[in-house]
């Protein structure tokens, strides 16, 4: 990836750096306080589940788009929460959410893309297919055929019914409920400022896959969040490229950034000055809480949300991100063969394959916990964080934002 206007390298990712080094000097990986577990009803109990859609999934900011997703004048369905969800951006250039649901008989006002991944619509207006009730694109309802039938009900109250919704670093939240604004970049809690010195919001969507399969969403969450499995689940893939789960972690609130060292940092290092220095010398991940991956590669992006529709079953969406100077037709073969590598070999043949074999074995009762040594800590606190909101002991910051 080309050197990108970046944002002044944040303290906390120089201390990352810096950690990083010296685990590579001195041998010596940066391991979790203690040995752990994880009850195994986590992936499988009915109650578990709505007690995560409730907590977590209802309340929480989700990451429904890479900004570049959402045109000026568009609308994107979006319905990977369980709701049906319309983003769109106005010429103002807010992002905004509503139900994807008319306010006359509830008809869905964009329909998603059948099997493809939903795309952005150019559009200046929502227009309903049912009777054709018009709203803005802020949600207020503009027209409607023969509004001299419907005897003094008011079209102020018929505005869409808006989601908060709020952007940062390139990246477009809403959450499932109605209620109070919120920060996105107060969510992030820092780690907005690791994504702007990164260029993520300058990014371009390339493919993305939007795919159903037989796990537990955690169960994909759990294997992105630990190195120990990359030496042998992907020992022909991709552990050539990666140090044998050399990783330096940082904590933003719930949320989590990595650096995965590769071979390379082993053999030759220096403080990196740019995102591509630095991807060459470690894999940039972050965990946003609770369920949005990224994943920096050498040379493109993938941004992964990890999504619930039922207690063994994750919706993956998979957002592969380039850089804007790589754009071209001249590129896309390469990216194409990057994309089937990455998505079909590693993600879906060897951690997603894992992930459904887990769910398989769980039926068996085999086991009640799952062990974690001290190289997973990291999921261990993951499921502990998804505990402490069902709890109602982690809420997320940057709520009641005002605007
Ligand atoms: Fe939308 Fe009738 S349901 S216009």
Redesign the pocket.
């Known amino acids: 990836m080309t050197r990108h206007t970046a944002a002044p390298l944040p303290a906390t990712l120089a201390g990352m750096i810096q950690r990083l080094d010296h685990s590579r000097c001195s041998g010596t990986r940066e391991l979790g306080t203690e040995a752990g577990s994880v009850a195994t009803r986590h992936y499988t109990d009915p109650l578990h589940w709505q007690q995560e859609q409730q907590a977590v999934f209802s309340q929480w900011p989700i990451v429904a788009a890479h900004s570049a997703e959402l045109g000026p004048h568009s609308a994107l369905p979006f319905d990977a929460l369980g709701v049906p969800i319309v983003l769109t951006r106005d010429g103002d250039g807010r992002a905004r959410a509503f139900f994807n649901v008319?306010?006359?008989?509830?008809?869905a006002?964009v329909a998603p893309a059948g099997a493809d991944p939903a795309q952005a619509r150019p559009c200046k207006a929502l227009v309903?297919?049912?009777?054709?009730?018009t709203y803005e694109l802020d949600g207020r309802l503009r027209h409607?055929?023969h509004a001299e039938t419907f005897d003094g009900i008011d079209a102020a109250t018929l505005s869409l019914v808006e989601l908060p919704c709020d952007e940062a670093a390139g990246l477009v939240f809403v959450k499932r409920s109605p209620g109070p604004a919120f920060s996105a970049a107060a969510f992030l809690q820092g780690l907005d400022s690791h994504l702007d010195w990164l260029g993520l919001a300058g990014m371009r969507v390339f493919r993305k896959i939007d795919r159903v399969y037989a796990a537990n969403w955690k169960l994909t969450v759990d294997a992105f969040l630990e190195g120990y499995h990359i030496r042998v689940l992907h020992r022909d893939t991709i552990y050539p490229f990666f140090a044998d789960a050399f990783i330096v972690n940082l904590h933003a609130g719930p949320h989590q950034d990595s650096l995965v060292a590769r071979r390379a940092a082993f053999e030759s290092f220096e403080t990196p000055g740019d995102r591509t220095a630095l991807c060459k010398l470690a894999t940039p991940t972050q965990l946003l809480f609770p369920n949005t991956f990224l994943i920096w590669h050498p040379d493109y992006v993938s941004l992964i949300g990890m999504f619930s529709p039922a207690v063994d079953q994750v919706r993956w969406v998979h957002t592969m991100l380039i850089p804007p100077d790589r754009c071209g037709e001249d590129w896309t073969p390469h990216w194409e063969k990057t994309f089937g590598l990455i998505e079909q070999t590693v993600f879906q043949q060897e951690d997603i394959a894992t992930a459904v074999a887990i769910q398989r074995g769980l039926a068996s009762g085999a086991n009640a916990q799952f062990q974690l040594g001290r190289l997973e800590h990291e999921v261990l606190r993951f499921h502990r964080g998804i505990d402490a909101a069902i709890a109602g002991t982690l809420l997320p910051a940057g709520g009641d934002a005002v605007r």
Do not use: T, V
């Open positions: 008319c306010r006359h008989r509830g008809m006002l309903c297919p049912y009777h054709g009730w409607r055929l």
